[in-house]
């Protein structure tokens, strides 16, 4: 992962947005005092907050796992107009 100084930071903000937008990559920002941060594009913040609710659902990921491992010859195939 990249680092950064907030000094830096500042002098290169728009193009850190840039950056993390079109590589998808998230760069560090440090400070003297030991107390750094992180920026990441908002599609990938967005991504990580999707799966952190995810995983909050009781057997959601065992649900996932499962139905990765399925064979597609066995999956159901989704019809709008039958219902559930």
């Keep these: ?16 947005l840039s ?12 400070n003297n005092r030991g107390k750094n941060g992180v920026l ?3 599609d ?6 999707e799966t952190l609710f995810l995983n909050s659902i009781p ?5 996932i796992i499962e139905a990765g491992n399925e064979l597609l010859e066995e999956c159901s195939v989704y019809d709008p107009d039958e219902e559930w």
């Design 40 to 42: 990441i594009s908002e």
């Design 44 to 49: 990938d913040w967005n991504a990580i907050q």
């Design 59 to 63: 057997g959601m990921a065992e649900s």
């Design 1 to 16: 992962m990249t680092a950064i100084t907030v000094a830096k930071a500042k002098e290169n903000i728009y193009q850190m």
């Design 19 to 30: 950056d993390v937008n079109n590589s998808g990559h998230p760069i560090t920002i440090t």
